[in-house]
């Protein structure tokens, strides 16, 4: 069992430091990995290698390119924390696939076969030895933000969080990423919250304000209300971020800097599990919002033979209460013209993950990842 080191957290404004075995906000420039394969062993003792069979992943087009634009990627998945895999009561899934060592080499090759310039994970609790490490070899800076009183403590596992993780040769950060828990009702902080970051992209000048979050779980109509109080701050703390931001070129245009662009407004990327379907109150918090976010859920991709598409899943899994098989996870973009929905990954079937669910053999969490592909309006 993983034991977990104690860590030491300081709020300060509206920035939460964490120091020691879960830190929070990292950069650093490494070269790129190896590639990692699996290994066993022959009857002669001889090492051989292969690669895990894993779920294909391809993508389906939603619109065509209208010019030479910048495109950038962006990976939402709840990876599913060690810990809570475990114990999760996953009742069809054998307990060998629920281990760390078994899924952890799938996991980084999920995240790096993406290509993603923009990667929003939840469920992290293996930051520090893991996920930091990996992706910053990849090329990524990372960013971590834990939750109070995490699930996976109960278990003798570290703490989850929500992870940002940026492509570090294409942006710059501005200021400093803010994480901060949601309120409550009666005022003190909650379990849940959401980690951000004002970036700068390189290729096409734009500002980009990314946000991942992790929205209260369960069902019922408390923890429904629960989720809509919480989308509401979430969408009044980028509101702010994005005021900040526009408010910041618009004053420095005015003072006469060169290389200001005719645009001053800042493009959001919000990814997370929102523990909610597209129809509930809190996906229609986001929607109503004058930043005015479109979802990938709200595009229609690439159509079957008889002109319908199904309604895609993102978790489904068989527990002892029951079946859950929801479209609960999201990437939500700043509408055309700033962000143009290009292509997305196609969500597998039933059948192509079998009669198990999620996780299994062939995925390592109980939730898809999403990845989409954006034309960017590049600033002249």
Known sequence: MYT???????????????????????????SPPTTSLLGFFGARGRQ?????????RTFEEVQDATKSAPSMTVLQWNVLADGLAQFGNFERVPPDVLVWEQRS???????????SDLISLQEVNRYEDFFKPRLEQAGYTGLFWPKACSPAEQYGFPCDGCALFYRTERFDTIGAPCGLPFSTANGPSGKQGMLQVLLR???????VIFAGTHLKAKAGEANTAAREVQA????????????????SDSNSEKSGSAGLSRRHTPVVVLCGDFNDSPSSSACQV????WLGLSCIWDWTGAQSSNGTVPAPFTTW????????????????FSKDPQLRLLRRWRMPTER?????GLPCECYPSDHLALCAVFEVDALE
């Open 4 to 30: 977990p080191v104690p860590a030491l957290r300081l709020l300060k404004g509206n920035q939460l430091y964490n120091f020691g075995a879960h830190s929070c906000f990292h950069r650093s420039r490494t």
């Open 48 to 56: 051989f290698f292969m690669k895990k069979q894993k779920l294909l």
């Open 105 to 115: 080499p799938q996991l980084l090759e999920e995240i790096l076969e993406s290509k």
């Open 201 to 207: 992209d390189r290729l096409s000048g734009q500002k």
């Open 232 to 247: 509401r701050q979430m969408m009044e703390r980028l509101a702010s971020a994005h005021q900040a931001a526009s408010s």
């Open 286 to 289: 986001v929607r109503d919002h």
């Open 317 to 332: 899994k068989f527990r002892p209460d029951g079946v859950s098989q929801r479209t609960i996870d999201f990437i939500w």
């Open 352 to 356: 192509e993950i079998g009669d198990k």
